[in-house]
Every structure is written in structure tokens, then in C-alpha cells.
């Protein structure tokens, strides 16, 4: 077991009572979205989108919802994480349609009271498993900034851990982006995937 494995294992007997990994529903879109609004790091999509993306890839993604032994220490922190059944992070992704063995990872982010504590690996794990075994996705990509260190080291575990390669390059240059101001997106290509 690698340093990366034991991390996560660790983190998962941890949380094991604090949390569930689900499906999303329709009605965790408005949830979803603060998670994402909240996390500072993400470009924020409309609440619409994140409504749709429940509906139209609930498939390709994941949420973990806090338990009711989470839900009191959510209240004393303020941090906005609901009750029972409520989400407290995700992972959203869709198979690429020119590469159907490719998840891309869209989006992945945990509410503030639950970061650093290895959540993000756990969802990105399992959702990968359940595509990897239900629609033979051997790959997963996605597209961090240079300045999101989390990102970069969480992918760079995530790789690790699944003994697959990761390969980065420029995918969309900053000028690209018409607001200004954008950082580059950077391609990360793991795989092949071993679960």
C-alpha cells in the first residue's frame, strides 16, 4: 500500500459514520452550487446549470451527504451544511463524447467544514469505480489552474493511487477566456485506470 493509499484508507474509516456517497437529485442542484460558490477556487456556473447537472449527469457524478452524527458539529460551525441527508461535496463529470472511456471531471468541491480531511479522493474514488465497472471508462481528465495546489495534489494522489500515468498540458490559454484575466487550464490525463 503507497503512503497516498494509506492516507485515504485512514481518511475513509474516519468518516465512514459522518457521511454517504449518493446519487445526486434534482433538488441537491441548489446545495451543489453553494458548495461551489462557497469553495472560492471554482468559476461558478449558474444555478441552473448545476440543476441540469443533476438531472442530465447524475450518472457521472457523486455527492456525499452529512449524517446525523455530522449534523451537530455542521450547526456549531455555521458552515451551512443541512441536516441529514443534505450535501456536504461533490464531484461532477460526463464521458467525453469523442472518448467514451473518458470521465472528465468537471468539478469537485467540499464545504468548508469537512476540507482536509481526504473527502475529495473518497468521491473522486468511488465515482470512478462505479464508471469504470458500468461504462468502461478507462481515463480521467480534467483541467486545473496552476495556482490551485489542492487540485494539482489531489489528482497527482488520485494517480498515484490507481498506478495510472498523469500527463498535463495547455488545454485553453488564459487569453482564451473572455472575462479577462483567466489563468491557462491545464489538462491532466490519467490513466490507464486500475481499480
Given amino acids: 500500500m503507497t503512503a497516498a493509499q494509506a492516507d485515504l484508507a485512514g481518511a475513509r474509516t474516519e468518516f465512514t459514520r459522518s457521511f454517504r456517497i449518493d446519487t445526486p437529485r434534482v433538488e441537491d442542484g441548489a446545495a451543489i452550487w453553494r458548495i ?3 469553495s472560492e477556487v471554482l468559476d461558478l456556473n449558474s444555478s441552473y446549470s448545476y440543476l441540469l447537472w443533476c438531472r442530465d449527469f447524475a450518472a457521472t457524478s457523486v455527492v456525499a451527504r452529512g449524517t446525523r452524527d455530522d449534523a451537530s458539529s455542521d450547526t456549531d460551525t455555521g458552515s451551512g ?10 464531484v461532477t463529470g460526463y ?22 480531511k481526504g473527502l ?18 478507462t481515463s480521467v481528465e480534467t483541467t ?52
Fill in 120 to 137: 475529495a479522493g473518497t468521491l473522486l474514488d468511488e465515482l470512478t469505480r462505479r464508471v469504470t465497472e458500468e461504462q468502461g471508462v
Fill in 36 to 38: 461551489a460558490r462557497d
Fill in 81 to 90: 451544511s443541512g441536516p441529514d441527508g443534505e450535501p456536504i461535496a461533490f
Fill in 95 to 116: 464521458i467525453r463524447p469523442e472518448r467514451p472511456e473518458a470521465l472528465v471531471v468537471w468539478q469537485v468541491a467540499v464545504d468548508r467544514a469537512h476540507r482536509g
Fill in 144 to 195: 486545473v489552474t496552476p495556482d490551485n495546489i489542492a487540485s494539482d495534489r489531489m489528482f497527482h494522489a488520485y494517480s498515484e493511487r490507481h498506478g495510472a500515468t498523469l500527463e498535463r498540458e495547455v488545454l485553453f490559454e488564459g487569453e482564451l477566456f473572455p472575462d479577462g484575466g483567466h489563468q491557462p487550464e491545464v489538462l491532466y490525463r490519467i490513466g490507464p485506470l486500475t481499480t
